[in-house]
């Protein structure tokens, strides 16, 4: 007769476990697939948040490129024309980026030495955190407290006094939660340069402003419009002379520009004229709310309508001489101006994208972040936790300990995985579908392949990896349990 | 085989085991002082009214779960002095386990579960298959392998779980009310199935039930009462009693 004796038992191979986790899940599909899908909605959610922002953000960077490109005519007429506040010009002094052309366009203006400059750029820039978190970051009450109420430069000068700045230094420690940019002793050393530095920003102004000066003596302002139209070279040597950056391609595209500009606005003049509304709104049999540029503009893209559109110019007559195909080109453009203008006001409502992802996108991050722990979590805990009757009845037949864990936790990282990729592919689908909607083409042409592959990388690890945790606790404590303790685990 | 004498291989040995269940501070006394001997190669019945400890008893002396004191030896190893591999070892090959509700694993088919404990002893796939069928066709399901639990009958149920527990040629079964939920014709089969494992294969059964039919197959009936046992007799001396007792 066999005597029973005490021996090990034997462990078996990974892929021995794999099979038997995978058979598991094969027979159980239904209640896998419910399990994953819980991991794919979760996953989803997470990954449309994130993936979301980070299109967002590519787009808002983008349209931001853009529209600084197409707005160039503007940008180069005030330059030319409009003086800076000093607090204009702190802030312009603050964002400009050294090795730019820009930057050296401050030397060039202002005639003053790189290092001069070079000091103070990074002393507005230096202010200009300060400033930010003064009127950005700070609620009413606290800047009532802090700052006497102050905004802008003057919350600076009123820091000023010693007095002041005492009673700011001692309120702050006060208020534990607030963080200043930096330690108040660098405020401190800040508001000491303050005045001196303050007078050399007021003097590169005041070369700023004769510039400006200048060039009216010489140009009036409708004048000098026609000139730039004309791509008239005596104002690109007058302005170069005066120090401004702009080189003769640049000169030539911003004359462009602003021929476009000039022309869309005499387009979009004679469109207000009674007669032609009247004509337009018959022939097309629209109501006259729906007569909008937009509307109208949408229509002349055609040829035929351009060609009508230039007839009714001669019959009116309106002030415009367009041919038909400048019509429909100027149409188009003012179309491109006004979808992009429109997703600027959509990025403008969305938050603040500049500086990068919008803070309330990152709160929703985490809220779905936690969203998706926990329901991974909850799955993984729940289909554990319904299946210690099966771990016991596998003790009892000779399972070890750590098979059932590896069972397990292979299961849930297989779901982790499953789960994940499909998750992210749903919530990347919706995000796609989303900025579209919101930024129609803009959204593709800006789309941010690489900060999304990292979002959606990240997506899918945190799925796996909370899907795989959640199941080490319940299936660890199930195999190490005797097997009647965990068949009576209901 | 029913000679109980005492040049007799004692295969499980007891002494004065004890089980307590405390909950919510209330403490209930399953089994106090439990002291037997069982033979190897005998049928011994546990019989004994409901929550007399019987359940318990059954799980004790099969390792599954740990008594608050006294000592349970199995083929003279203290089972408490084993570490969790010669525990999983000991489940596995040398002790087969038949409970009240099958406790079959749902997903696998009847021989998926007959060759589940064969894999956990490593036997070859192959071997494992051929064994699984053998045993189905013993226990009379040998046509039906691949239907999961749910496709089958109670009585079918529990012969998987018979066959799934002579899976390693253990050299105990272990039963806990394997006719409870099934019918007299169903459990007179099962019954049958049990006595012909003991006489042909010389298994050790250890069977715990309220089931009459057990006390003409067995070869000792231990009675339980309030977690003690009242009484110990062979069943030739019991068997002019069962008018009486039942
Ligand atoms: N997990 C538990 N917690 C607390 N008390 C328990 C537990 N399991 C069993 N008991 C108690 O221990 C005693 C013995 O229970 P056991 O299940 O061993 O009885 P049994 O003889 O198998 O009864 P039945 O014939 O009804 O199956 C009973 O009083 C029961 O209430
Ligand atoms: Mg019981």
Known sequence: MKRIEAKDQVRLSIYKCFEICVNGVYYRLFRSL????????????????????IMTHGVARGVQQEMQIKRGDARFLAK??????VAEFVERLGRTVPGTPAYRELAGVTGAAPARIGDLV???????????????????????????????LAAFEYLLDPENFDLFRKRLSELKSLRLPGTPDDLYGLLREYLGRMKEIEALRAQYEKAVKTIAAAYPLAVLKEKIVAGDSGVLNLVRKLGFQVDEAEYRRISGQLADTERILRLSKSLQNFTFKTRFINRFSILAKQYTPKQVMKKLKSRSNAAWFVQQAQDIPLPVDFDAQEVRRLAREFLARASLREVERVLNTKGDWREGID?????LMVVSFVVCTVGIANAMLISVAERFREIATMKCLGALDGFVMVLFVMEAGLFGLAGGVLGVVLGLLLSLLKQFLSFGRYALAYFPAAHVAGGIGAA?????????????YPSWVASRMAPMEAMRVE | MSEAGPERQVIVRTIDLRKEYVKKGIVTEALRGITIEIYRGEFICVMGPSGSGKSTFFNMIGGLDAPSAGRVFIDEVDVAQLN?????????????????SYNLIPVMTALENVTTPMIFAGVEPDE???????????????????????????????????????????????????????????GQEICEILRRLQREQGVTIVCATHDHKFLKVSDRIAWIRDGQVSR??????????VGHIG
């Open chain 1, 122 to 152: 990074s002393f507005s820039t230096r202010l200009l955190t300060y400033r930010k978190f003064f009127d950005d970051r700070l609620t009413f009450g606290k800047r009532r407290i802090l700052l006497g109420g102050k905004t802008g």
């Open chain 2, 128 to 186: 494992a298959r051929k064994r699984g069928l053998r045993l189905l066709d013993l226990v009379g399901i040998g046509t039906r392998w691949f239907h999961r639990p749910k496709e089958m009958s109670g009585g079918q149920q529990q012969r998987i779980a018979i066959a799934r527990a002579m899976a390693n040629n253990p050299s105990m079964l272990l039963c806990d009310e394997p006719t409870a939920n099934l019918d007299q014709a169903t």
């Open chain 2, 84 to 100: 969790a591999y010669e525990l999983a070892y000991l489940r596995c090959k040398k002790v087969g386990y038949i409970f009240q």
């Open chain 1, 34 to 53: 419910v399990t994953i899908s819980i991991v794919v909605l979760t996953v989803a959610f997470f990954s449309n948040v994130v993936t979301e922002g």
């Open chain 1, 359 to 363: 803070r309330k996108t990152i709160w």
């Open chain 1, 80 to 85: 030319l024309t409009e003086v800076e506040t």
């Open chain 1, 460 to 472: 899918l690890l945190i799925g796996m990896l909370i899907a795989t945790i959640a199941a080490l």
């Open chain 2, 232 to 241: 110990l007799v062979r069943s030739d001396e019991v068997e002019i009693e």
